[in-house]
């Protein structure tokens, strides 16, 4: 079954880190192109990063800039997210997305594959 699962959402304290993983099974292994989205209640999905996993180039949102970071481990077939100095506005459910069509790393579109989703809860 081609699946990818999210893990490691929870709440912290503004400052604090959290790192979110997804696993994809082995049939997502032509799923070359991986991110992670968010979306908070009310507003539209929001891309947060991006990865070209054969090159390991990423990509970022400007809100999360310096203090987010993409990462793709190939063996564990696991996609990670890095979350340091987190603020309250990064409240949302977390998304792991991914295909194997090039695109804008951004747009939800552009993406076949998605998980369940994970919470992050930020409070002041």
């Known amino acids: 079954q081609v699946q990818i699962v999210e893990s490691g959402g929870g709440s912290v304290q503004a400052g604090g880190s959290l790192r979110l993983s997804c696993l994809g099974s082995?049939?997502?292994?032509?799923?070359?192109?991986m991110a992670w989205f968010r979306q908070a209640p009310g507003k539209e999905r929001e891309g947060v990063a991006g990865?070209?996993?054969?090159?390991?180039?990423?990509f970022y949102a400007d809100s999360v800039k310096g203090r987010f970071t993409v990462s793709y481990d190939k063996d564990q077939r696991t996609l990670y997210l890095q979350m340091n100095s987190l603020r309250p506005e990064d409240t949302a459910m977390y998304y792991c997305?991914?295909?194997?069509?090039?695109?804008?790393?951004?747009?939800?579109?552009?993406?076949?594959?998605w998980g369940q989703g994970t919470q992050v809860t930020v409070s002041s």
């Open positions: 990865i070209i996993t054969s090159s390991s180039t990423t």
């Open positions: 082995e049939y997502t292994y032509n799923r070359v192109f």
């Open positions: 997305a991914a295909d194997w069509r090039a695109g804008y790393w951004a747009k939800p579109q552009n993406y076949n594959l």
